[in-house]
C-alpha cells in the first residue's frame, strides 16, 4: 500500500516517506491529537491476509512494546486501518548504521560508542524475554548525536509464515519479491540450521556487524544466500586482528566470542558482554580516534627485527616497573577479575566463606525448587547439596559451626522469618533448633556468642548478644554482620516494610544506631573488611542497580566498583576476596480484566508494583520502584487495555478512590508525607500523618477518609483514619495492629476492618469503636485481607509466601473457606514471590505482582 503526503491513515496524517523494505513501507506521519511526529511502518498486504501471522506479529510487538530503554526504538501502537496492518513509533531523525558504513571505516571509538549502546538494548530486551532475531546494520539508527536506537523486534518472527522457519525464508530471500537482501550475513549457526534460537543468536549477529565496522568488510558473504549459510555453518571469518593491528586484543577476544558456532561457547547474559564492550571503550586513550573518520597512520621505518625486539622487552621492562611503582605507591586498584562458582539458573539467597578461606557456602533455590544449602570450592565449582530441609545460611564460625535458617519464607515485601538452628559443616548431623521468627543472625568471633533480628509482633528486635534487645523498629533490619573485633554490629535499617531503602547503621554493644550518610533507594548486602577499617557493602542511589561502596566509621565512603547490573555483597575472604552476586531482577504486573479469559502483563518500567485497581477493572495504580523510577520513585496509572501508562506523581502510590479519580501517595524519604494526586486534571493537595511512618494508606468506600497504620518510634503499629480534607489522624485499634502487608479490607459500608493483628491473626476491628477485636472466623496465621466482597457476606484473603499464590474466600457468617484463585506459573525458576494486590468489589478481575531473581555468584579478586 503507497500512501501520499498529506493523506489520512488511520488517526494519523501522512507527512512524507522515510523508507521501505522487505518488511513494508515506513512514513513520517503526525499524531495531531497528541501533538507530535511519529514513524508509521505499514505491512505488506499478504500479512493482513495471513491472520495466524498477524496475530503472531501483534503478540511479539506488544513484547517490543514494553520494552522501556533509550537503546530501543519507542513503539505506540499497533493496528488495523481499512484492513492494512500498521505498527506506529516513534521517530528517530539520524541514518542507518549501512548507511554509515557505506561512508566508509569507522574510527574504533565510535564503533564501540554503537556498539555498546547496541549491546545495552540487547541486554534489556533480553532481560524481558524478548529475542530481536534479525539484527542488522539496517535496523540500527544512530542520531546526530550518536545515540542508537534499535529497529523491529519481532518482525523477524513474523516474517517466518508458522509452516516455515526463519531460516528456510531468508533463504528464498533472493527470490522472494519485496525481501531486503543481506539479512542472511547476519544469521546465527542455530538460525541458519533452522534450530530454535535465543538471546544468544542475536549476540552472534551483533559479532558479525561488530566484524564488519572493525575490518570494514562483511564476516560471511558470498556469492549466494546458499553460499552464505553454508559459510556461517562451516567457515570462519578470516581473524579480526589480521589486517587491523590497531584493534585491542580484548576486542578481538570479544569478536571471536560472540562468533562461534556453538551458542554455549557465547555469553550466557548479555548484560556481561555490554560490560565487557564498555570497558575495553572505556579504556580507550588514543586521541586520534575522537573523530569520525579513521585516522592516517604513515607505515613505520624497517627495523632491524632483533633490534625491533630488544627495544620492545626494554619498553615492557620499564612500563612493567613503572606501573608496579604507580600501583604500590598510589594505592590504585587491579583490574577485578571475576570467577563465577555458581552456574545453575535461579536465586542465590546467601553466600559466605568458611574459615578456610576455600569452601563457600550458600543458599540457593534452583530451578524453582526451595531454598538448599550448597557447597562449592572455587578451584572445583562443582556445587555439593547438603541433606537437609530447606535452609539458609546466616553465618559461619572460626570452628567451622554454621548458623542456618531453617524453613525461610516471606511474610511481607523484601521481610522473610525463619527458625534459626545450628550445624557443624563437617558433620552429617540433623540441625540444632534454636529460636523461631528469625529475620538475621551473625556469629560473634568468639564462635558462642551472636547477633539476632527477630520478628516481633511486626517489629524487628535486633538482640546485641542475642537475649539482650538493643533496637527496635517498625520498619525493618537486613544484613547484620558483626565486626571483626566483635565491638560493633553494622546493618541496614530499612524505615518502611515492604521497601528496601534505608541507611548504612552502625551499633556499637553499649551505644545507640548511628547512620552513615545519606538514604539509599536500595540498600542490601554487607561486610567488614578484614582488618575492620571499613563497612563494605552495596547499595544504589536510584532504583536497585547498585554498586560496591565502602564506608569508614566516621562516615567518609568511596566507591569501590560500579557494574552494569544489580549487586549484592555477601562476604570478604581474610586475603581480600569478594563473594558478590550479579543479579538481573524482574518485578512485574499482571491483571485479569472482567470479562477477558487471560492475564495482561501491564509491566511498564523495571520494578512495576501493582497496588489498586479500580472498582470496573480498567485502570491499574503502578508503583515503580526500580532503576527507571528515578530516586524519587514514580507513581503511574495505565489503562488495562494495555495502552501506554501515565505518570502522576513522585514516591510510592498505595490506592485509588472509589471513583478512580484520586490516588494517595507517599514520599519515598519521608514516611509521614502523604499526598492525594488526581489520576486526571486537578492538583495534589498534601497530608501529613502526624503520627509517624505510614502502611499502606487506602480509601474509605466513601472517599471522604483515608485509613492506614502507622507507628512511631518504638511502638507497634496500629490502624488511623484521617480525612482527606487533612484533618487529624484518629486511631480506630489498638495497638499491634496493622503492621503486616495491605491492611486494606473495609467494609463496603465503611463500618469494619479486617486487618493484621498481633501474632499474625487476621482480626475484625469495629472502625468507629464499640467492641472488642476478635479474629475472623476460619482464618489463619499469616493471613492477609485483600477486599470484602460488595454484598458483605466474604473476605478475600491469601498467604505471602505461597507459589503457587493462592486468593481465598472465607464466608464470615460460618467461617467456611475455599481456593477462589490459584496461579500456576509455567516456569517457577528464580521465582520469589506471586502476591495478589487487588480484587474488583464483583470479583470478575484482579491484579497481582510478582518477582523473579537470576543470580550468578561470583569471587571476585582485585578489589581494593
Known amino acids: 500500500m503507497t500512501l501520499t503526503p498529506n493523506s489520512g491513515f488511520g488517526p494519523y496524517i501522512i507527512l512524507a516517506p522515510l523508507g521501505a523494505g522487505g518488511m513494508g513501507a515506513v512514513y513520517r506521519a503526525r499524531d495531531s491529537k497528541l501533538g507530535r511526529d511519529i514513524a508509521v511502518k505499514v505491512l505488506p498486504p499478504e500479512f493482513s491476509a495471513d491472520r495466524e501471522r498477524l496475530a503472531r506479529f501483534e503478540q511479539e510487538a506488544r513484547a517490543a512494546s ?10 505506540f501502537e499497533v493496528g488495523d486501518a481499512a484492513g492494512t496492518p500498521y505498527m506506529a513509533m516513534e521517530v ?73 522457519d526463519e531460516a528456510t525464508m531468508q533463504m528464498a530471500g533472493h527470490t522472494r519479491p519485496g525481501t531486503v537482501m543481506g539479512t542472511v550475513g547476519y544469521m546465527s549457526p542455530e538460525q541458519a540450521a533452522g534450530a530454535a534460537a535465543d538471546h544468544r543468536s542475536d549476540q552472534f549477529s551483533l559479532g558479525a556487524i561488530l566484524y564488519e565496522m572493525l575490518s570494514g568488510r562483511r564476516a560471511f558473504q558470498k556469492a549466494t544466500s546458499v553460499e552464505t549459510l553454508t559459510a556461517i555453518l562451516r567457515e570462519e571469518p578470516p581473524p579480526i586482528g589480521a589486517a587491523d593491528g590497531d584493534i585491542p586484543a580484548p576486542l578481538r577476544w570479544i569478536v ?31 586521541p586520534t580516534l575522537t573523530s569520525g573518520v579513521a585516522p592516517a597512520v604513515p607505515p613505520p621505518a624497517r627495523r632491524k627485527p632483533w633490534l625491533a625486539l630488544a627495544i620492545a622487552a626494554v619498553a615492557l621492562a620499564i612500563l612493567g616497573a613503572g606501573a608496579w611503582m604507580l600501583t604500590t605507591r598510589l594505592g590504585q586498584p ?125 517489629q524487628s528486635v535486633l538482640e546485641f548478644p542475642a537475649g539482650k534487645a538493643r533496637y527496635t523498629t ?96 555477601h562476604d570478604i575472604a581474610a586475603d581480600g576476596r569478594v563473594l558478590l552476586d550479579s543479579q538481573t531482577p524482574q518485578i512485574g504486573a499482571a491483571v ?63 490506592g485509588l478512590s472509589p471513583d478512580g479519580k484520586w490516588a494517595v501517595t507517599q514520599a519515598a524519604t519521608d514516611g509521614q508525607q502523604l499526598a492525594l494526586v488526581p489520576t486526571g486534571a486537578g492538583t495534589p ?3 501529613s500523618s502526624g503520627v509517624g511512618d505510614v502502611l499502606w494508606p487506602q480509601f474509605f468506600p466513601d472517599g471522604k477518609r483515608i485509613y492506614y497504620a502507622a507507628s512511631s518510634g518504638a511502638h507497634p503499629a496500629r490502624m488511623y483514619a484521617q480525612p482527606v480534607d487533612g484533618g487529624k489522624a484518629v486511631p480506630i485499634s489498638p495497638e499491634g495492629y496493622g503492621g503486616a502487608m495491605l491492611p486494606r479490607a473495609m467494609s463496603p459500608d465503611g463500618k469494619r476492618l479486617a486487618v493484621t493483628g498481633p501474632q499474625g491473626k487476621l482480626m475484625m476491628i469495629e472502625v468507629d469503636g464499640g467492641g472488642t477485636p476478635r479474629q475472623v472466623p476460619g482464618s489463619i496465621t499469616d493471613e492477609i485481607a485483600m477486599r470484602w466482597s460488595a454484598d458483605g457476606r ?15 474466600r472465607i464466608d464470615l457468617q460460618n467461617g467456611q473457606r475455599q481456593v477462589w484463585r490459584e496461579f500456576h506459573p509455567t516456569d517457577t525458576t528464580g521465582l520469589l514471590f506471586m502476591a495478589p494486590t487487588a480484587i474488583t468489589p464483583d470479583g470478575t478481575g484482579y491484579a497481582y505482582t510478582f518477582g523473579r531473581m537470576q543470580s550468578q555468584l561470583f569471587v571476585v579478586t582485585g578489589l581494593r
Not at 542507518?96 to 538494548?121: C, F, N, P, W, Y
Not at 534452583?366 to 572445583?380: A, H, Y
Request: charged share 25%; proline share 6%.
Open 66 to 75: 514494553a520494552l522501556n530503554h533509550p537503546n530501543i526504538i519507542t513503539i
Open 92 to 164: 528517530v531523525d539520524g541514518r542507518s548504521l549501512r548507511d554509515l558504513l557505506e561512508d566508509g571505516k569507522l574510527t574504533l571509538r565510535r564503533t564501540l560508542g554503537i556498539v555498546a549502546q547496541i549491546a545495552d538494548g540487547l541486554a534489556a530486551a533480553h532481560e524481558r524475554g524478548v529475542v530481536h532475531r534479525d539484527l542488522k546494520p539496517e535496523n540500527v539508527m544512530v542520531t546526530k548525536s550518536g545515540h542508537v536506537k534499535l529497529l523491529d523486534f519481532g518482525l523477524a518472527k513474523l516474517a517466518a509464515p508458522p509452516d516455515q
Open 256 to 286: 571471536d566470542r560472540l562468533l562461534a558456532k556453538t551458542a554455549d561457547e557465547r555469553y550466557d547474559s548479555t548484560r556481561d558482554l555490554a560490560r565487557d564492550l564498555r570497558r575495553v571503550r572505556d579504556s580507550l586513550s588514543d
Open 334 to 458: 587491579q583490574i577485578p577479575q571475576f570467577h563465577r562458582v555458581a552456574f545453575r539458573r535461579g536465586y542465590v539467597s546467601t553466600a559466605r566463606f568458611a574459615a578456610d578461606g576455600q569452601t563457600i557456602l550458600y543458599g540457593a533455590a534452583w530451578e524453582g525448587q526451595p531454598i538448599k544449602l550448597f557447597s562449592t570450592r572455587e578451584d572445583n565449582p562443582t556445587a555439593a547439596a547438603f541433606p537437609l530441609p530447606p535452609s539458609d545460611v546466616l553465618s559461619v564460625s572460626k570452628s567451622g559451626q554454621v548458623l542456618l535458617n531453617l524453613g525461610r519464607r516471606f511474610t511481607e515485601w523484601f521481610v522473610s522469618n525463619g527458625t534459626l538452628a545450628e550445624v557443624p559443616l563437617a558433620s552429617g548431623n540433623a540441625p540444632r533448633e534454636m529460636l523461631n521468627d528469625v529475620q538475621e543472625a551473625d556469629w560473634l568471633p568468639d564462635g558462642k556468642g551472636m547477633v539476632v533480628v527477630r520478628n516481633v509482633e511486626r
Open 474 to 569: 517498625s520498619g525493618w533490619v537486613s544484613h547484620v554482620r558483626v565486626s571483626p573485633d566483635g565491638s560493633m554490629v553494622a546493618f541496614f535499617d530499612h524505615p518502611l516494610r515492604g521497601a528496601d531503602n534505608g541507611w548504612l547503621t552502625v551499633m556499637r554493644g553499649d551505644g545507640e544506631p548511628k547512620h552513615l550518610g545519606a538514604m539509599y533507594s536500595s540498600g542490601q548486602g554487607i561486610a567488614w573488611r578484614p582488618d575492620g577499617r571499613e563497612i563494605w557493602y552495596t547499595a544504589a542511589e536510584v532504583g536497585f542497580f547498585g554498586q560496591l561502596h565502602a564506608a569508614t566509621l566516621d562516615g567518609k565512603d568511596r566507591v569501590v566498583y560500579r557494574g552494569p547490573a544489580r549487586m549484592i555483597l
Open 592 to 654: 485479569m480484566v472482567p470479562g477477558s479469559t487471560s492475564e495482561r502483563d501491564l509491566s511498564w518500567l523495571d520494578c512495576s508494583f501493582a497496588p489498586d485497581l479500580t472498582p470496573d477493572g480498567k485502570t491499574l495504580l503502578i508503583s515503580e520502584q526500580g532503576e527507571g523510577a528515578g530516586p524519587t520513585y514514580s507513581v503511574y496509572v495505565r489503562p488495562t487495555d494495555g495502552s501506554p501508562a501515565t505518570r502522576i506523581a513522585d514516591g510510592f502510590g498505595w
Open 685 to 687: 493537595r498534601q497530608i
Open 794 to 808: 466474604y473476605l478475600y484473603t491469601f498467604v505471602i509466601g505461597d507459589v503457587p499464590a493462592r486468593i481465598y
